[in-house]
């Protein structure tokens, strides 16, 4: 990041669109940008994705998933800037604690803040209100599944704080990095069938569309968007992030992101791809039903189901 070079004393470059200092430089479009104009082509490229893959529509409430995490607190400013002159939408936060012990509390307190600053409807739901117990708990002798466990359970947490705050749609703060980690995470674990599904598209029953308005902003970007808005807060990392995939994964792809700008926006073009040419084979086919608890799923009994069992929860 430019900000890097004038701490280390080094001179900063220009803005390529205007004269003032630039704060972050776009390796894809070769140019820097100022915080004026950093904030303006985030807002504009947001405002794009969600226009071009047709996420909001006219009478949509909108469940922000909100951890207080960086991402999810830039999508919720990001959405509030945009929706601001739509009486057409809602926009509502849901915050799920999963109950992990010095690292959620701070994160949580901090969506509290900001949903307090924007005047914004909040949820709060626990793992323990809904699983009857914290993450912790759950994960006693398990810590190397943590993030596959916590990833169902969280899921099923954000999708029934959306449904009570009576939402059509649920947004969460996926950026473009996460995409790119989970697509080569499909592809290395051998599992093409998610690869392929597309977790937006709409079916019937209890399924809401989910909408990642972030997911062509590269995390670097959200970072700087967050500081030159003055919104960057400094937040612990969960304790179980050093046991995931995603970890070597996240690493693997940012020196490759580094040497060969764009890699990340190409895998995530593929994965478009492999959804477009599966739209008429098995993985594209309409959801079915959980034989147990009834929810939307691909197959006979569905994740969180097979996990509870497994659990014996
Ligand atoms: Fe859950 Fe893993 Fe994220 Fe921690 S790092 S909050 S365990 S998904
Ligand atoms: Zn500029």
Redesign the pocket.
Known sequence: MAAERARAGQSVPACSLCSRPAVLIQRERNRYLCAPHLIADIEERVGLTITRENMIASGDCIAVGL?GGKDSTALLLLLHTLLESRTDVRIVAVTVD?G?AG??EETVRSAECLVRDLGIEHYVFSFTELFGDT?DGI?RGRESR??S???IL?KKALITGAEQAGASRLATGHNLDDEAQSVLMNVLRGDLVRLARNSSAASGGRFIPRIKPLMYIHEKEIAAYLLVRGAWADLP?????C??L?REVREMLGGLEYEFPGTMLRLLESRKAVTGICSTRSAGEPFRHCAVCGDPCSGEICQLCRLRQSLNR
């Open positions: 951890s999963e992990i690292y959620r993450l994960l943590a993030c466990i916590c990833g969280r990392e969960c304790p179980y992030a046991h995931a995603r």
